[in-house]
């Protein structure tokens, strides 16, 4: 079983609709959660950053972490088709740098 | 502009040729990483780099050989290549733990496309 599971999608939304993405996870020592956004034939860009437990939020973008659960979440609101996208969530533990990913959910935002 | 820069951005090699993949970080980042990309599979961390001169294995660390001898690069040698390679390869920096806000943590490159025939 992988250390962290998601949803490869494809998920396709029109524009305006709230899209949901979700990460789960078996290593509870994680701490730091983040989302990266990945666009075609690009590398991962840094979306979103959550340390522990709780709520993040960047305009349309929400970061949600249940660390009880080990369930984290990226809530999009009013959707764009600029957020056409692979999301991949990524963890760590403290004291060490290098992230576990998860396996990306591919998003397509239709106008 | 700043960034991690790969080079190449794309390479076919034939079964059991050599080849090594360049990253440069002008972000003056102590941390460097290597990772693959598959389909399904998400990143993968192959081998990483906490300092000048420092190496250590990742998850999938088997075929590749890698080497730090300046802070700002961090090259990834394949010494004979297998289909088994063919990926989508990204090479990342960071700044250590301990300075944990959003701008410290793993900025990628554009990535390196191999395809091994």
């Known amino acids: 079983q992988k250390e962290v599971e998601q949803d490869p999608g494809p998920l396709s939304v029109p524009e305006g609709a709230i899209v949901s993405l979700n990460c789960t996870y078996s290593n509870s020592a994680f701490q730091y959660f983040m989302w990266y956004r990945q666009y075609s034939r690009k590398g991962p860009e840094l979306l979103m950053y959550?340390?522990?437990?709780g709520n993040k939020e960047d305009g349309r973008f929400t970061a949600q972490v249940d660390k009880s659960s080990k369930y984290i979440s990226l809530f999009i609101r009013d959707s764009q088709p600029s957020d056409s996208a692979t999301y991949l969530c990524?963890?760590?533990?403290?004291?060490?740098?290098?992230?576990?990913f998860g396996s990306g959910t591919r998003l397509q935002v239709q106008p | 502009n700043a960034g991690v820069t790969q080079t190449p951005k794309f390479r076919v090699l034939k079964t059991g040729q050599s080849m090594t993949l360049l990253c440069a970080q002008d972000?003056?980042?102590?941390?460097m990483y290597w990772y693959r990309q598959d389909p399904g599979m998400g990143l993968r961390l192959i081998h990483y780099s906490v300092g000048e001169g420092t190496t250590a294995k990742g998850e999938v660390p088997d075929g590749y050989n890698v080497s730090r001898l300046k802070k700002q690069n961090f090259l990834l040698g394949l010494e004979s290549a297998a289909p088994s390679q063919t990926s989508v390869y990204f090479c990342?920096?960071?700044?250590?733990?301990?300075?944990?806000?959003?701008?410290?943590?793993?900025?990628f490159g554009q990535g390196t496309r191999l395809t091994v025939v």
């Open positions: 990524a963890m760590r533990n403290t004291g060490r740098r290098a992230l576990t």
């Open positions: 959550t340390y522990s437990s």
């Open positions: 990342a920096s960071s700044r250590p733990p301990g300075q944990g806000t959003m701008n410290t943590e793993a900025f």
């Open positions: 972000m003056n980042h102590e941390y």
